[in-house]
């Protein structure tokens, strides 16, 4: 194939995705407009709507303890936890030191090449 019959198909390829794209845009709004109630109409006015419910106070509130609803204290020293990872992380960052150490001499970096 010459570059003309090339370039001719290229076009024509692009052509085509872009009306099937723009074919398949209308058809999803269309499709996501039918789970849509309809508009109003204008000459209502707005007499017909009904006003919003009045929110009452969860009667069950009034019964949980104070302790309960207020901000939880945070502790005041290192816990469990935050040793472990403190001590995580510090394995990690020894193993990549020892890690570069291992690479960085001359008989393990010939080691890891490839042979051909």
Do not use: W
């Amino acid at each position: 194939m010459d570059d003309r019959t090339k370039t001719f198909y290229s076009f024509f390829v692009l052509a085509a995705a872009l009306s099937t794209a723009g074919c398949a845009y209308n058809q999803q709004s269309r499709f996501q407009m039918s789970f849509l109630p309809r508009a109003p109409h204008s000459g209502s006015g707005g007499a017909d709507t009904i006003p919003p419910p009045v929110v009452s106070v969860n009667p069950y509130l009034e019964k949980v303890p104070a302790i309960l609803l207020s901000e939880p204290l945070l502790p005041k020293r290192k816990t469990h936890g935050d040793t472990l990872v403190q001590e995580a992380d510090q394995a990690l960052q020894r193993a990549k030191k020892a890690y570069r150490r291992t690479i960085s001499t001359p008989r393990a970096r010939n080691s890891t090449r490839l042979s051909i």
